[in-house]
């Protein structure tokens, strides 16, 4: 670090070769962060791998996919079609032996838990055991983007509405501070202290089982419409409820806490120095309180991006909603570990990315931060 | 202590610190009652208890307070038993070692609707010659049908709606409804009443005996309800409650208490420690917490011990412990810790005595404002169907319901009750924390 700090101050006396040093500094400081990450989530994939390892059922999912490998392969090639069953069955068993000991499969578990990690990080995700994706395939790339998009929408539209809707009320109610709404939502946010799914059953006993007026649960009707638009509009009358559970889960603990952050910032001294001179309320919002936290609602929207790729497991599982987060409670229910570690591993990416990506944003928003710089260590 | 009174005056200032302090106090009385009235031994074994525990309680029954809320009044369950009083018995000694031995039971029926089914459980002691009973059924109106005769053998079960014999004798195959209305009418209207059992015993032999049990199945059942293997929902309502508040304190204790003690020394000896520290925080940022619980309860064990220690584990090395490690960092330079590091105090007592009590101001809100998403926790594993086995808690209630489709088929008592209760608990901590938080930290007071 130590060295950054001196090449940061030697760039800023060396006027002639700033350019030069800032595209070094931030190089430096890019590969020092981008290491730190990649050792961090190449540990905790590691991680996820010994606890989704246990009991040894990765090394079952091995055996049984060389085993349906290996016996296909054979099955299905006229050339050993003449040999006799016996035979077959010989040179099933050595090819098996032989792929075993390729993988490393008679290897202790300390050194192939190695072989997974390299496997999981290059995301070679493997097969899955006993998951089909709807298309009838094993792949977990393909078992997990076929339950991404309604993850995607269910995650997208509520986070959505909750982040932009929360900051947006906040914002006015610090400016209506000490009125009804105001003291109504500090009142009603400890209502977030139950998760999304409490909030369904609610909604699915209201609205599915006393009116009738939305389903209980799933992505479309059974039969699906068979126009698109009618098919977009089903989807919709499935989404009002988890949505709406999500949203409200946690919408006045959010306005609250952003209005309690928009209210720190709008005391400060430039902000009256604004007031005094008269400027319009809208140009302070925009140019004094919003300019100065946007690094803080920048990291909360990223986080809340990141957020998505999990999804709501339980309330996935409560609206059965085909998402990724009941298909990882369905995995974890069916000991799939490649689908766990395969969507853990691509959390852990996403992450590691965003928190890279972050820093450069940061310094982009904020003149105060400077990459490589001492802003940025703390 | 005069900080604490003068923290406890505060308190009361707040209505919220003062809902939120009665609910818990109420949770913690439910809790004492539970514990005291059912002991563990005997929550276990009747919340695992099948038919032969919960034999007279009817299935899916709503409480009994849902007939104030509807115009069609529903039956109510209820079983007496000669066992223990709840029924008359009287014995009368005859010639030749015979004995009369009667049993009645009269009972106030006041409902729109008959009952789901009435069985009587008889049980003769006796040497080679059965008892013989005659059983008859009194309506208010003073008729008297006989519902039937026959020899009495050890433990036998009679259900009424499935006798044959009565069904030719009423001429109709619906015995319940033809017991509760006018006697040879055509009326479908129950006859609301005193209705009374009659069951006369002859026994044959000198020490022969009969015991009689007389369950009514109504469709209402006790304050709670029941489930679908017959088990009073009063049980887990009770027992779920200390096991919810003890998983929510011990969690958010263990955790609020471990993250301040390892950010006061990452914070003091600051270096390789702090740097691993802050790497090991990193590193759980990556590592799903619900999916590795999940696959704990999976894999490993559904214990609440087991769970309760992995979240422990993975809550520990959080946000929090970046924003204690600031605090610390400020402390660390004030001029008492420079004065006590000057007349050589050892670093553990710096840590234990001087700097984390510092913090209690912090970590008392963020504690109990905590507790309610570790009662939230331990309901959604439950939920996922990665409850205690043994336990009777709330989430199990849900988990039962949900799997039993409650929702779907109209049975919302079913949800509503342990919702309820988690509500209650999840918001009276809520509440709580909220206020103390501005006691706490005086700058968000004016906010």
Known sequence: MATETITATSGQVKKESFANTTIGRVMRYAFVRLLTLAVTVVIGIYLTILIANMGGYVDTIMRNEIRDNTTQSILANPAYRALSSEAREKLIQDKIASE?????????????????????????????????????????????????????????????????????????????????????????????????????????????????????????????????????????????LPASSIIISSFFLSVYNWRTFFLIYSSEDYVEMARAKGLPSRDIERRYILRPTLPTIITNFALLIIGMWTGFTITETVFQWPGLGRTLFQAIGLYDTPVIVGSTIIYAYLLGITVFLLDFVYALVDPRVKVGGDNAQQ | MNTLSKSMRELVRYPSAVIGLVTILFLLAVSAYALITIPYDEATRLWRGGEDVWYQNPKYAAPAWSNYFSDVKQPVSFAVSTK???????????????????????????????????????????????????????????????????????????????????????????????????????????????????????????????????????????????????????????????????????????????TMIIAAIGSWYGGWIDELIQRITEINLVLPFLAILIMVGTFYSRSIWVILGVTILLSIFTGAIKSYRAVFMQSKV?????????????????????????????????????????????????????????????????????????????????????????????????????????IFNPRLRDI
């Open chain 2, 334 to 438: 004030s001029p008492y810790i420079e004065a006590a590091r000057a007349y050589g105090t050892t670093d553990r007592r710096i840590i234990f005595t001087y700097l984390i009590p510092r913090m209690i101001p912090l970590l008392i809100p963020a504690l109990v404002s905590s507790v309610p998403s570790y009662v939230f926790l331990e309901a959604s594993l439950a939920v996922l169907g990665l409850g205690d086995p043994v336990l009777p808690t709330w989430g199990k209630i849900i988990e039962n319901a949900f799997a039993e489709g409650a929702l779907y088929r109209g049975l919302y008592y079913w949800v509503l009750e342990p919702a309820a209760l988690l509500m209650l608990t999840g918001l009276g901590f809520a509440m709580l924390g909220f206020a103390l938080d501005r």
């Open chain 1, 100 to 240: 075993e000991r390729r993988l490393g499969l008679d290897k202790p578990f300390i050194n192939r838990s190695f072989t997974y990690l390299v496997n999981g990080l290059t995301l070679n995700l493997g097969r899955a055991i006993n998951m089909n994706s709807d298309s009838g395939s094993r792949q977990v790339r393909l078992i997990l983007l076929e339950r991404l998009p309604a993850t995607l929408l269910l995650a997208g539209i509520s986070d959505l509405i909750l982040f932009f809707g929360s900051v947006f009320l906040a914002l006015g109610l610090s400016r209506k501070y000490g009125s009804f709404f105001d003291k109504l939502t500090v009142a009603l946010s400890p209502t977030s202290a139950a998760p999304p799914w409490f909030y369904g059953i609610f909604l699915i006993l209201i609205f599915a089982g006393v009116l009738h007026v939305l389903p209980f649960g799933g992505l479309v009707d059974s039969p699906p419409p068979t126009t698109s638009f009618g098919y977009a509009m089903n989807v919709l009358k499935h989404l009002i």
């Open chain 2, 84 to 258: 223990d009083g709840s029924m008359n018995k009287t014995v009368e000694v005859g010639a030749q070692d015979t004995a009369t031995i009667t049993v009645t039971h009269s009972f106030d029926y006041v409902y729109d609707e008959p009952p789901q089914e009435l069985i009587l459980y008889l049980d003769g002691t006796f040497q080679e010659k059965l008892p013989f009973v005659s059983v008859a059924w009194i309506t208010p109106s003073g008729e008297r049908i006989r519902v039937g005769d026959f020899a009495v053998d050890r433990e036998m079960t009679f259900r009424v709606s499935q006798d044959q014999k009565l069904m030719k004798r009423l001429k109709t195959e619906d015995i319940l409804t033809a017991l509760f209305v006018e006697p040879k009418s055509e009326s479908t209207e129950i006859v609301k009443g005193t209705y009374q059992l009659e069951i006369v015993a002859v026994t044959f032999e000198p020490n022969s005996d009969i015991d009689a049990e007389f369950v009514l199945h109504g469709t209402l059942y006790g304050l709670a309800g029941t489930d679908h293997y017959r088990r009073d929902l009063m049980l887990p309502l009770l027992w779920g409650t200390p096991i919810a508040l003890t998983f929510g304190l011990l969690a958010a204790l263990g955790t609020s208490l471990l």
